[in-house]
Each structure stands twice: as structure tokens, then as C-alpha cells.
């Protein structure tokens, strides 16, 4: 039927961390547009809701890692790393993205 919308539903989730001396950092994942059998599928959503608590607590690792790193370092010396850093990522993100522009065999 022309103009009914179909059910989508969102999930976010935000965490939390004390990155020590009274700072904190807040790390948010989100999925939109969870078609309607997924979103009513429970099962479904409990693992998803897993997944994104991991991802957090991955994200929360890798940035103190990072931190960790470049603690006590010279300004100039950290800009280099975190730039680099940037760099290799957004080398990756390029080299994703064109191969999906690249033709594919049509058989």
C-alpha cells in the first residue's frame, strides 16, 4: 500500500569513561534503520545490543592505547604520531571505497 511506512527502529548505546584527574570521555554507537522482522526479533536485538557493548569497550582500549603512547611525549612529537595515525586510516577508508567503485564481471 502506496505511502505506509514501514517499521525501522534505532539503537544507540553511550558509554562513559573516566579518563583520570576528574575528565571523562564518552564513547556512542548507533544503528539506524533496523528493518521491522529484525527489530522485532529479540534474540536479534539482544545480540546486536552485545556487539555494540563490545565495540565500545574496543574503542575505549584503542584510545587509551593511543594516550598511552604518546603520554609524556612532546607536543610536536605526538601531532606527528596521531597524524600518521590519521594517515594510515584514512589510507584504508580510500583503498575500501575504490575497490568498490572498480566494475565488476558480469557473467
Do not use: W
Not at 534505532?10 to 556512542?28: C, P
Not at 522485532?40 to 575505549?60: A, F, G, P, S, T
Not at 611525549?73 to 575497490?99: G, H
Amino acid at each position: 500500500m502506496k505511502g505506509v511506512r514501514k517499521l525501522e527502529r534505532s539503537l544507540q548505546i553511550k558509554r562513559l569513561y573516566t579518563a583520570g584527574q576528574y575528565q571523562n570521555i564518552e564513547f556512542t554507537d548507533r544503528i539506524d534503520g533496523i528493518p521491522e522482522p529484525l527489530c522485532l526479533d529479540v534474540e536479534y536485538i539482544k545480540h546486536l545490543e552485545n556487539i555494540m557493548i563490545v565495540r565500545l569497550d574496543l574503542q575505549e582500549k584503542k584510545y587509551f592505547n593511543i594516550r598511552e603512547k604518546t603520554r609524556g611525549l612532546p607536543y610536536e612529537e605526538t601531532l606527528v604520531i596521531l597524524e600518521d595515525l590519521l594517515a594510515q586510516e584514512r589510507a584504508k577508508l580510500e583503498s575500501i571505497t575504490d575497490s568498490q567503485k572498480e566494475p565488476k564481471d558480469v557473467i
